[in-house]
């Protein structure tokens, strides 16, 4: 027996909750597009995708269609699995040479890594300085990669609010990023 269509977002009190089944058939091509977009590479993005349906699977029946859409949701799971897997890697990274492993990392620096993080923090700070809102907005768009239409439909927001609320987010990083310094703008090259 088939369930009812479920309307993601929508304000009745008691909807049915969607099967793993449809939630992937409906939800693969963009989770697959967000682990790409969160930088995992080529190799690992079906079994990081597959990841995300696992735990999909797993937390499905705690999943509230009141609290927002169900692509919101996939995008934090998504999100989630993409930094594990980063870190997982960054802790497997060595340099081949001549087909043997060396012992030398090819992690930045440590004074690279001081500066990463210090601006990482900065602008981390910058974004709780916002108003959750257009921060929400900014961090989907600018710092994800998505387009306007598709937060616009994601959120259930009009597309003018979306951009009105990014226009006013890039005004206040670009105030932000002005009080940074040449230091950060080198650290960032390096």
């Known amino acids: ?34 682990i790409q977009r969160f930088g995992i590479g080529r190799d690992e993005v079906e079994d990081a995708t597959q990841e995300v349906f696992i735990i999909v699977h797993r937390r499905l029946p705690d999943f509230d269609p009141r609290r927002g859409a169900m692509k919101t949701w996939l995008f934090a799971i998504a999100r989630g699995v993409a930094a594990n897997r980063r870190r997982g890697k960054a802790r497997r990274l060595r340099v081949v040479v001549n087909g043997e492993a060396c ?8 004074e690279q890594q001081m ?16 108003p959750p809102h257009q921060r929400e907005v ?28 990014l226009r006013l987010a890039r005004q206040a990083f670009k105030r932000f990023a002005g009080t940074l310094g040449p230091d950060v703008e080198r650290g960032a090259s390096t």
């Open 1 to 34: 027996m088939a369930r009812p269509s479920v309307h993601f977002g929508s304000t009745d009190p008691d909807p049915a909750p969607p099967d793993v089944e449809q939630v992937y058939r409906t939800h693969v091509g963009y989770v697959f597009r967000l």
């Open 138 to 165: 900014f961090e989907l768009i600018d710092i994800e990669g998505m387009r306007g239409p598709e937060v616009s439909e994601t959120l259930g927001i009009n597309i003018n609010t979306i951009y009105t609320r």
């Open 115 to 130: 500066r990463q993080r210090e601006t990482l923090e900065r602008v981390g700070h910058f974004l709780t300085t916002l």
């Open 103 to 110: 012992d030398r990392d090819v992690r930045p620096s440590p």
